[in-house]
């Protein structure tokens, strides 16, 4: 079945940086558009970036543009999420997300990771 399994998450202070990993198992991962996705506590999940089979199509919130990048590495079956310039407003649980249908964008990710927190303090 479909695995999604984050990692990289933790505590940094405001203008650090963390890199998030997403191994990915279970289906062909070059074929599948992914994404990260984040909720803090009391706010709605928000999309972050998304990202193509390829690699071509590339989309990022407004909130982290400029600061946030995503790759893939699709021999490895790996997402990353590089974030740079962290601010306390970017701490909540970050969760890697697969479109649910193959090809180029559904924009319907049905498959989630467990979560990995990440903690930016002032």
């Known amino acids: 079945q479909v695995q999604l399994v984050e990692s990289g998450g933790g505590s940094v202070q405001a203008g650090g940086s963390l890199r998030l990993s997403c191994t990915a198992s279970g289906y062909t991962y070059s074929n599948y558009c992914m994404g990260w996705f984040r909720q803090a506590p009391g706010k709605e999940r928000e999309g972050v970036a998304t990202i193509s089979p390829g690699g071509g199509g590339i989309y990022i919130a407004n909130s982290v543009l400029g600061r946030f990048t995503i790759s893939r590495d699709n021999a490895k079956s790996t997402l990353y999420l590089q974030m740079n310039s962290l601010k306390p407003e970017d701490t909540a649980v970050y969760y890697c997300?697969?479109?649910?249908?193959?090809?180029?964008?559904?924009?319907?990710?049905?498959?989630w990771g467990q979560g990995t927190q990440v903690t930016v303090s002032s």
């Open positions: 997300v697969r479109d649910s249908r193959g090809g180029y964008y559904s924009w319907t990710f049905g498959y």
